[in-house]
């Protein structure tokens, strides 16, 4: 009788080959981190949602600019004399206490010249030039302003606002890893759905999917709102450990130091000698921004930073002046070391400012999967507790609503700003802020598939009556302006005709 031979040692490693490395990850971890990204999720969950949101809008705030300023004129160039004349003029309309500056001329993609002037007690004031430097209009943006400020700060106050969101950066890169890690299979089953079954699982294969598929971008806009958010965190501890808490030395290191202060009243700064320095100091180059220190004083400054066309991200050159022409500051981008090269392009990557419309519309719809990533998280933790017979409805409703409301309240504020243009950023974030607080209201009587009715056709309401009265009243040429129409035309009308779905059982 023989006795059946013991498998080799090469036959029990090749064994072990065959099994997936990340199938092998013990049980009790998977367990574990699974709990901690649920619970990561939800407790940033409205946070990381509005941000996501409010992002994949902020990738078109040229546009958007473009969009509220369509009826004014356009200019493709602006001379030294004519930013001169508009920062003169600029200046006067300002008033008495003038202390910031900030000249922006036209681009490829932003093509009009604003003149924003800062002054004593927070006043402040833009003004759009014309291609002499006459100042054509005021040039009220609410829209953008508000659409910017609520992805960057959440209209808190700046510092801690820009914490909060550097958090939710932080909350979002540790629920990608976390979710990569509690799904051993995820990479393997990365085209696997299942459609067709119970709406819970294909809602699950659908989150975990667009999770894989643009993971690369999550990761990097994730970091990069991180890094950004936290940038006074992070110049704290780099002020603390390297300048004995002088953070000011931590911000030399990267920008142009504010020349000495001298209060002394004086005709406005000469920009035109130096414009002809910039041209020389870099040939070929396009003025991006001029940012004026104090203009009107003996002390006062100019810093112009100055694009190079070239093929980095970070191509931007710096140069600073004193008043009467005297170069004391001076950064170019290729003699930029690594670091400094990455944090010249983190802002790019971010928003999706870099290669043009494609690279935008990319970073928008990109921007929406993520969005839809973080709603999708709850709604499925919300299905996996009704499934095991311990529902949470008022829960369920207060999501619905979130998810609901802040495309109505977006949608609201757009509309408002539209019809009061001057009033500045209170009127949409007023209108943002009331239609919120209706919404979570909505929550204590309505279903959830009330809500979601509700919210739908009221957003596609909003965005259609957005769309007609900007054609109607603000119009213009411009071909950007009328694809943001017809987008929100097409968007307000598919919300407003999708097919409804069956009520879900209580």
């Not at 006067?92 to 008033?95: N, P, T």
């Not at 239609?435 to 979570?440: D, Y």
């Given at each position: 009788m023989t006795t059946p031979s013991q498998p080799t040692v090469l036959e029990r490693a090749s064994a072990k080959r065959k099994k997936p490395l990340l199938a092998r990850v013990p049980a009790d971890f998977v367990r574990a981190v699974l709990k901690g990204?649920?619970?990561?999720?939800?407790?940033f969950a409205a946070a990381i949602y509005l941000v996501?949101?409010?992002g994949s809008l902020a990738v078109f705030a040229h546009e958007f600019q473009r969009w509220e300023l369509a009826g004014l004129p356009r200019v493709e160039v602006l001379s030294a004399e004519a930013a001169q004349r508009a920062l003169a003029e600029a200046v006067?309309?300002?008033?008495a206490g003038v202390e910031h500056v900030y000249i922006t001329p036209p681009s490829a993609d932003l093509p009009q010249a604003t003149v924003h002037v800062e002054g004593t007690a927070g006043k402040e004031s833009t003004w759009l030039a014309d291609a002499e430097g006459r100042i054509a209009a005021r040039a009220d943006m609410?829209?953008?302003?508000?659409?910017?400020?609520?992805?960057?700060?959440?209209?808190?106050?700046?510092?801690?606002?820009?914490?909060?969101?550097?958090?939710?950066?932080?909350?979002?890169?540790?629920s990608l890893i976390s979710g990569i890690l509690a799904h051993p299979r995820i990479l393997r089953d990365a085209f696997h759905l299942r459609l067709g079954g119970a709406r819970r699982l294909q809602e699950a294969d659908l989150h975990n999917r667009i999770g894989v598929w643009a993971l690369p971008f999550h990761v990097l806009v994730s970091l990069s709102g991180a890094v950004l958010g936290l940038t006074t965190l992070i110049v704290g501890v780099l002020g603390m450990a390297l300048f004995q808490g002088d953070t000011a030395k931590v911000y030399a290191l990267f920008i142009a130091q504010e020349p000495r202060e001298d209060p002394r009243p004086a005709p406005v700064i000469d920009l035109r000698p130096m414009f002809a320095q910039v041209e020389r100091l870099a040939p070929g180059g396009q003025v991006s921004l001029v940012m004026l220190e104090h203009p009107t004083e003996m002390g006062a400054a100019a810093l112009f930073y100055v694009d190079r066309g070239g093929r980095r991200l970070a191509d931007r050159d710096s140069f600073a002046f004193e008043r009467g022409g005297r170069l004391y500051h001076e950064k170019r981008a290729a003699d930029a070391n690594l670091g400094e090269s990455i944090l010249g392009s983190i802002g790019k990557l971010h928003f999706g400012w870099f290669g043009g419309y494609l690279v935008k519309i990319a970073y928008a719809l990109l921007g929406l999967g993520l969005?839809?990533?973080a709603a999708g998280g709850v709604t499925i933790w919300l299905a996996r507790r009704r499934d095991k017979r311990n529902p949470a409805p008022g829960l369920e409703r207060l999501w619905?609503?979130?998810?609901?409301?802040?495309?109505?309240?977006?949608?609201?504020?757009?509309?408002?700003a539209l019809l009061a243009p001057s009033a500045g950023t209170m009127v949409p974030l007023a209108t943002w802020g009331a239609?919120?607080?209706?919404?979570?209201a909505s929550a204590v009587r309505l279903s959830v598939f009330a809500i979601r009715r509700i919210g739908r056709v009221f957003t596609g309401a909003l965005l259609l009556a957005t769309a007609t009265i900007h054609a109607g009243t603000i119009g213009g040429t411009d071909p950007v302006a009328w694809t943001i129409d017809g987008v929100l035309v097409l968007s307000g009308a598919a919300l407003l005709f999708a097919r409804r779905r069956s009520r879900p059982a209580p």
């Open positions: 990204h649920s619970a990561l999720g939800l407790a996501c949101l409010s006067r309309r300002g008033g609410p829209w953008t302003e508000f659409i910017t400020r609520l992805h960057i700060h959440l209209h808190l106050p700046q510092v801690w606002g820009m914490f909060l969101v550097g958090l939710t950066g932080v909350a979002l890169l540790s969005t839809y990533l619905a609503a979130t998810l609901w409301g802040q495309p109505a309240a977006l949608a609201g504020a757009a509309l408002t239609v919120t607080l209706v919404g979570l």
